[in-house]
């Protein structure tokens, strides 16, 4: 667990109060670190568990309520047997043996909520590590007698106590459900395996952190690891299985709980987690505290003509964040276009057009799979519109606010800047999206009609994003300290457009999202009214917001 | 009362200012003639930042009138800001830019930038303009915000401690550049708690306690409303010193005599001393420090007890 390259000279960790508390010199003070993260986390863990511990209760009974017998679970089996049903959930092999309520709840929830335990960990660790390096309050602990190692071993102990306490309950409370099917083997296995899941990527943000200077570039790198994971898993899921080899989140569903409850990819994962964390520490001991990997060069002595603008300018600020969801957005579309040609392939292997593909209106599965691709793509476009939006929020609260609106730029011009940054580039990234996958999808079914067809599908889900950004505006506006409240909308959208088809959500938790209203294309028709609708309502949101903070007062340090 | 002469560059009544239930600015007046400079002068958490926050229209305020250079200061923001330059105490900048393009986006921004000005003003401040702004210490933040603000041609400067982090021989090269921005007619207000700063740089001199302006005026005129420190040394016992008005704290040790006494009344005491022969005398005038001290006098001495300084 430590590196090989740092050497102990800390003169404060000869004191006993070292060796009371850390155990080795480069370890001094962890115990009370944790502690300390753990009382600074007293809310926000608990309520991470409970949220993740209600949500799996909550589909199990949705699903036992829902399909109770066996015929009802053969037609979800047969709905799921399809290229979008398989990306959405795992494995196939799920559904061979009867489809029983455990399997049905392995399937369908492990990945969907291994992402969620993923960001949670990525979250906790980012928190105790880099962001606190960044606000420079490490610095005033590790000059105490707090070791070298202390600090990313602390982040780590406390995601782990987290993983644990979270699997021990999981696998409580599905085995004590008293739900048939649901064996203790297999309710410890998700338990062990969901956890597990959990800490893999709290060692993967003990990587990320030490690469970036910034937590926001630390968290972002990790969960674009994360998004990486799961779009491998689901494009080996529809296609031959090889891809999702690649992937943790594979990785765990390949244990089967409640189906063949295999142990052993636990190990695997298991020997990842060492390992990258291994890779944490070694790179751990090789930087200076606050600093990241890189070292700084000297920038430019002047500034350009195009950072004076205040276009310019915010962009200039908003350009590492949207060259990565462009690069994401793009590999995504790309990997989901290119099982396209699979999905092809398993239509000539099915006989029955299915009953939840008709509701969906679709015309075949090629077409229904990519509407659901197309819900996925603009999630993440707005998971991008809605940082970016939280930009002057951040911008405000920083205290950098103050100095460009002492000058001769109006407020409405400087926010007006960042949304105009968020709303022209989240329509860039559902462009790129659209477009990488209709060019690959294009080449896996050699019908050249797709890269035209998907790239508009995907362009339906713009005047949505900018309801999403006319969201955050109008917060910012009018209730700034609560602006993150903005990340409600696209959580939103996707617990509705991915879950909401499987659970049959009724039709207004559909209708208060405004991805709910986007025409699904192309599955189905296109129809201008929501759009323009949509629009209308954004520019309205946009406005007020607007309006807003030209009324209140600045907020500042 | 006319506030909108040319020769008012600021002017403030009856300002009020609340943040929940705290009255940060309780009915604040402030004057600043045209190309002064005038002292600000007040601790930590005494109104002075919410007050230049109000000048600069980020805040609001609940009542009171403000005139920035004859102007509404919140409803004409944009327009007075291409005519004033703003350092604030705390700079923040951005970690990915250097110090050199946040100087030329704040001085543009601002209305123009003197290119010739900025590159002397980043060699008197030593300052290296190529570094990322996460990398600067927060002298050389304070630095970037300084030369920002002078190299843009504002009339009225807004300094919220500026120089809070600055080394002492930064501290010369600032002086030396406000007396510069003073000869060329601009108006400043420096808002300070270093006193020799405000003593060697200031026209006039506003002292703010919560909130409330409690004294305004030239130096010298305050001097004469406080108190001088005589020391002297008699060849006779003085006898009946403190029956004199104005005289206070007096001390006798070995035919030496110490007191004070108001600038009113210097007169009768120093023509009382020399009718028992004065051998030596010294008198202090009262430093700024005193001024301060006799409006947080009663803060200081809740602290100490009974103020047994010499």
């Known amino acids: 667990m430590s590196a090989g390259t740092a050497t102990p000279t800390t003169p404060a960790a000869r004191t006993p109060a070292a060796k009371r508390h850390g155990g080795g010199r480069l370890l001094a003070g962890t115990g009370t670190l944790i502690r300390f993260a753990l009382r600074r986390d007293r809310v926000r863990i608990p309520v991470w568990i409970a949220a993740l511990l209600l949500a799996h209760l909550s589909t199990l009974s949705e699903l036992t309520g829902l399909y109770g017998d066996a015929a009802t679970r053969a037609s979800l089996a047969k709905t799921m047997d399809s290229p979008a049903g398989l990306a959405m959930t795992g494995p196939r092999h799920y559904l061979d043996g009867g489809y029983g309520t455990g399997a049905m709840l392995s399937h369908q929830v492990l990945g969907f909520y291994g992402v969620l335990v993923a960001l949670m960990s990525v979250l906790i660790v980012v928190r105790h590590t880099r962001a606190e390096e960044e606000t420079g309050r490490a610095e005033l602990l590790r000059a105490t007698v707090v070791g070298r190692h202390a600090a990313l071993t602390a982040a780590l102990a406390v995601a782990l106590i987290t993983n644990l306490v979270l699997a021990a309950l999981l696998a409580a409370g599905l085995g004590g459900s008293g739900t048939d099917g649901l064996t203790w083997q297999g309710s410890l296995l998700y338990g062990a395996v969901f956890g597990g899941l959990g800490l893999l990527f709290a060692a993967v943000a003990a990587v990320t952190v030490q690469i970036s200077e910034h937590a926001r570039g630390a968290s972002g790198t990790a969960v674009a690891v994360i998004g990486l994971a799961y779009v491998l898993r689901a494009a080996g899921d529809v296609g031959d299985g090889t891809l999702s080899w690649a992937s943790p989140i594979g990785w765990a569903q390949r244990s089967y709980p409640f189906v063949d409850d295999l142990w052993w990819p636990l190990l695997l994962m298991t020997g990842f987690t060492a390992v990258t964390g291994g890779v944490a520490y070694v790179l751990s001991g090789r930087r200076d505290v606050g600093a990241g990997l890189r070292r700084p060069r000297p920038g430019r002595r002047t500034a350009s003509g195009v950072l004076v603008r205040p276009f310019g300018f915010a962009l200039r600020l908003h350009r590492g964040m949207l060259a990565g969801f462009c690069f994401g957005v793009l590999l995504l579309g790309s990997m989901y276009g290119s099982i396209l040609g699979d999905v092809d392939d398993m239509l000539k292997n099915v006989d029955v057009v299915d009953e939840a593909l008709a509701q969906a209106g679709g015309r075949d599965f090629v077409e229904s799979f990519a509407s659901v691709v197309m819900i996925v793509n603009a999630v993440v476009a707005a998971v991008y519109v809605v940082i970016a939006s939280l930009r002057t929020r951040a911008e405000e609260s920083a205290g950098r606010a103050e100095s460009l609106l002492s000058t001769g730029l109006s407020r409405v011009r400087w926010m007006w800047s960042h949304l105009a940054v968020a709303l022209l580039g989240g329509t860039a990234t559902l462009l790129l999206a659209g477009l990488g996958f209709g060019l690959t999808g294009a080449a896996s079914t050699g019908d050249g009609g797709l890269v035209l067809s998907l790239t508009g599908a995907a362009l339906a889900y713009a005047p949505a994003l900018w309801v999403t950004a006319g969201v955050a505006a109008l917060l910012f506006g009018w209730l700034p300290k609560a602006t993150a409240a903005a990340w409600i909308v696209p959580v939103y959208a996707f617990l509705v457009g991915y879950l909401g088809q499987i659970l049959r959500f009724p039709g207004w938790m559909n209708n208060i999202s405004p991805f709910g209203h986007v025409p699904q294309l192309p599955a189905a028709e296109m129809d201008w009214t929501p759009v323009a609708v949509l629009t209308a309502v954004a520019a309205a949101l946009l406005a007020a917001g607007l309006a807003g903070f030209r009324r209140r007062d600045l907020e500042t340090k | ?310």
């Open chain 2, 1 to 310: 009362m006319d506030t909108d002469t040319p020769a008012t560059a600021i002017s403030v009544s009856g300002l009020v200012k609340t943040f929940g239930r705290v009255r940060a600015l309780d009915g604040l007046d402030l004057d600043v003639r045209t190309g002064e400079v005038h002292g600000f002068l007040g601790p930590n958490g005494a109104g002075k930042s919410t007050a230049i926050r109000v000048l600069l229209g980020l805040l609001r305020a609940d009542a009171g009138t403000a005139r920035l250079l004859g102007h509404d200061p919140w409803d004409e923001a944009v327009t007075l800001h291409r005519r004033l330059a703003y350092v604030p105490g705390d700079v923040e900048l951005w970690p990915g830019l250097t110090g050199g393009e946040a100087i030329d986006l704040l001085a543009r921004l601002r209305g123009g930038l003197d290119a010739a000005r900025r590159d002397e003003l980043i060699e008197r401040f030593d300052l290296d303009p190529t570094k990322k702004g996460r990398t600067y210490s927060k002298g050389n933040r304070q630095k970037v915000a300084i030369v920002a603000a002078l190299a843009s041609d504002a009339e009225l400067l807004l300094l919220d401690e500026p120089t809070a982090g600055l080394d002492p021989l930064m501290e010369v090269v600032f002086q030396d550049v406000i007396f510069q921005a003073k000869a060329a007619g601009k108006t400043v207000l420096l808002s300070s708690h270093i006193l020799a700063q405000v003593e060697k740089l200031c026209d006039r001199v506003s002292i703010i306690r919560l909130g409330k302006i409690v004294q305004s005026g030239t130096l010298s005129d305050m001097r004469h409303l406080t108190r001088t420190t005589i020391e002297a040394e008699t060849e006779r016992p003085v006898t009946a010193l403190e029956t004199l008005p104005g005289v206070h704290d007096v001390h006798t040790d070995k035919g030496r005599v110490h007191f004070a006494v108001d600038g009113e009344h210097l007169d009768e005491a120093v023509r009382h001393l020399s009718s028992v022969g004065i051998r030596s005398l010294t008198s202090h005038p009262p430093t700024l420090e005193e001024l301060m001290l006799r409006h947080y006098g009663d803060e200081l001495a809740a602290l100490n007890g009974n103020g047994g300084a010499a």
